[in-house]
Nanobody, 123 residues
Framework: QVQLVESGGGLVQAGGSLRLSCAASGRTFSNYDMGWFRQAPGKERDFVAAISASGATTYYADSVKGRFTISRDNTKNMVYLQMNSLKLEDTAVYYC????????????????WGQGTQVIVSS
């Protein structure tokens, strides 16, 4: 199993930017597709973005397309989520995920999860 630790969350004004990081350990990181999900209070965990093991393919939720960028550094066992032009509705706990068996956008497809990092966007 892959162990994941997110960081980089915080409080930011609408229109601002944050970069989330996810450190992976435990197994060969470069073998795994990676994903980001988010969960707002009282809501389901929603897909945000995913990246293939090599980094060649990325996929985004429509709600973040053009504003968020997922990337990875396989030499450092890291995956990142650059979030620009943040909106109030981006407020959520953001989770890193690894080891997918199924559709990227389905949270049930992912086997390993981090503990999450809180992002709060204020007006």
């Amino acid at each position: 199993q892959v162990q994941l630790v997110e960081s980089g969350g915080g409080l930011v004004q609408a229109g601002g930017s944050l970069r989330l990081s996810c450190a992976a350990s435990g197994r060969t990181f470069s073998n795994y597709d990676m994903g980001w999900f988010r969960q707002a209070p009282g809501k389901e965990r929603d897909f945000v973005a995913a990246i293939s093991a090599s980094g060649a393919t990325t996929y985004y939720a429509d709600s973040v397309k053009g504003r968020f960028t997922i990337s990875r550094d396989n030499t450092k066992n890291m995956v990142y989520l650059q979030m620009n032009s943040l909106k109030l509705e981006d407020t959520a706990v953001y989770y890193c995920a690894a080891d997918v068996a199924g559709r990227w956008k389905d949270s049930s497809s992912w086997r390993s999860w981090g503990q999450g990092t809180q992002v709060i966007v204020s007006s």
